[in-house]
């Protein structure tokens, strides 16, 4: 670079102006994060239709904001491939828990143990909701006829009610 910059002042050139330009651009929009560390954010999914974590994804640039700055996520059946549920700082839970179905107490109750705050996100998780009205005969599960908010279960810290939760909270 140093040469053809030699050489274009020699023939009565300047360096590219246009590529200066862009470069300063580029350095004047970058932003400082606004946190040192990011927190450790779960999703985990019980028993509901998914529509809550579909609102979560409506939020489009500000869920991807919250995720370059804010937190990291690392935990989601759907957004993330990791298999057990790992250490947290926020775990947001939907849907409620099946009584009938071992694991999902077994997977309410480890989250509990992994993470620091637990959020009860949408009416499921926070009262049941429509599962409480469910009789069971489910196609592929028909034994699954029971199901109970996730405070039944354990200390849940915040409450979002909502079907789905707003789209803003
Ligand atoms: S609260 Fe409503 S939107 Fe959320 S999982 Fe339950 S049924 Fe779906």
């Known amino acids: 670079m140093e040469l053809l910059n030699s050489i274009k002042k020699t023939m009565g050139g300047e360096a590219k102006p246009a590529q200066v330009a862009t470069e300063k651009k580029v350095e004047d929009t970058q932003e400082a994060k606004p946190v040192a560390n990011k927190i450790k954010l779960g999703h985990v ?61 077994e997977e309410i109750k480890e989250t509990r143990k992994k993470a620091k705050i637990v959020v009860a996100l949408g009416s499921c998780a926070s009262y049941g909701n429509i599962t409480r009205f469910s009789r069971g005969g489910q196609h592929n599960q028909p034994q699954h006829e029971s199901f109970l908010p996730i405070g039944d279960f354990i200390d849940v810290d915040v409450y979002i009610p909502g079907c789905p939760r707003a789209r803003s909270s």
């Open 45 to 105: 999914h019980m028993s509901g239709c998914t529509g809550c974590l579909v609102s979560v994804a409506d939020n489009y640039m500000g869920l991807i904001k919250i995720l370059d700055d804010y937190a990291d996520l690392v935990y989601s059946l759907t957004l993330a491939d990791v298999r057990h549920i790992p250490e947290m700082d926020v775990a947001l839970v939907e849907g409620s828990v099946c009584i009938q179905d071992h694991e999902s107490v």
